[in-house]
């Protein structure tokens, strides 16, 4: 039937200024089972559009495409077997809030989908911490603009207080969540078909299952989670990018 994107998602608006790379990014966490066997997903309909695959081969097929992109992104919103097989999406902050709620992150509905963003951003870290090793912790600290003596057990809450504060601390965070993705994705490297890269951002090599058991998807039913599984790490990618687009208008 076609995937149709929801003009009135001012969140997802700015993916028509994304690079190609970015956006490649996305479509390769919505079109394939990034956090398993990197099969293809039976729900995914981007593969099969005519626009999409006209395209295919162009350096600029994904820029072409960024509203089938982002209309695959809103078709996945929601966590039900009947919204898998959906014709019509969700806007993007809904989908980020449903996907914040599973992971228990804390954040206040009435903000905007930026400030929700930093509060998955600054949770994602959160639970990588344990997993990083003293040079990656310092890493961190630092690029928010933190002391390196924060009391671990206080983490939380001091990065969700620095990406609010400041824009530079949000984009670290950013940068470090989409490239543990990425990383993440590397690792499926080969898997039906698909061609992966890694983000030009930082990597804290706790790509792979480490990454996946921290936000749950280890652990989501295959079937009934499938929009989960999409949603939390593509929230992750489109915070990244809404980003890099705000640092290269701005600074």
């Known amino acids: 039937m076609g995937i149709n994107f929801r003009e009135d998602d001012k969140d997802l608006a700015f993916l028509k200024y994304c690079e190609e790379e970015d956006l490649r990014q996305l479509a390769n966490i919505l079109i394939y ?14 593969p099969n559009e005519e626009r ?18 982002g ?22 902050k809904e989908l980020l ?17 930026y400030e929700i963003e930093d509060c998955l951003l600054a949770e994602v870290i959160n639970r990588s911490w ?30 969700r207080d620095a990406v609010f504060s400041s824009a530079s601390a949000s984009m670290f965070l950013a940068s470090a969540t ?11 490297a080969g898997m039906g078909g698909v061609r992966y890269f890694v983000a030009r951002a930082p990597v804290f090599g706790l790509g792979g299952p480490v990454l996946w058991a921290a936000l749950g998807l280890s652990v989501i039913p295959s079937i009934s ?22 640092f290269n208008d701005h600074f």
Not at 100 to 108: A, G, H, I, M, S
Not at 138 to 154: I, N, S
Not at 178 to 188: C, D, F, R
């Open 71 to 92: 209309g695959e992104l809103q078709h996945y919103g929601g966590d039900t077997l009947v919204n898998l097989f959906r014709r019509s999406g969700v806007v993007y």
């Open 52 to 69: 999409f695959k006209k395209l295919e081969g162009r350096e600029d097929q994904y820029r072409k495409c960024w509203d089938l992109i």
């Open 225 to 246: 989670g499938t929009a989960y599984r999409v949603t939390m790490p593509a929230s992750i990618q489109v915070a990244y990018m809404r980003r890099k687009i705000e």
């Open 130 to 159: 344990k997993g990083m090793s003293d040079e990656q912790k310092r890493e961190v600290l630092k690029g928010v603009g933190l002391d390196e003596a924060v009391d671990g057990a206080k983490i939380d809450d001091k990065l």
């Open 33 to 46: 089972d990034v956090a398993g066997d990197g099969a293809e997903r039976i729900t995914s309909e981007l």
């Open 178 to 188: 989409a490239g543990m993705v990425a990383q993440a994705v590397a690792l499926n």
């Open 97 to 113: 809030i449903d996907a914040c709620e599973k992971l228990k992150v804390k954040f206040d509905k009435n903000r905007s989908a």
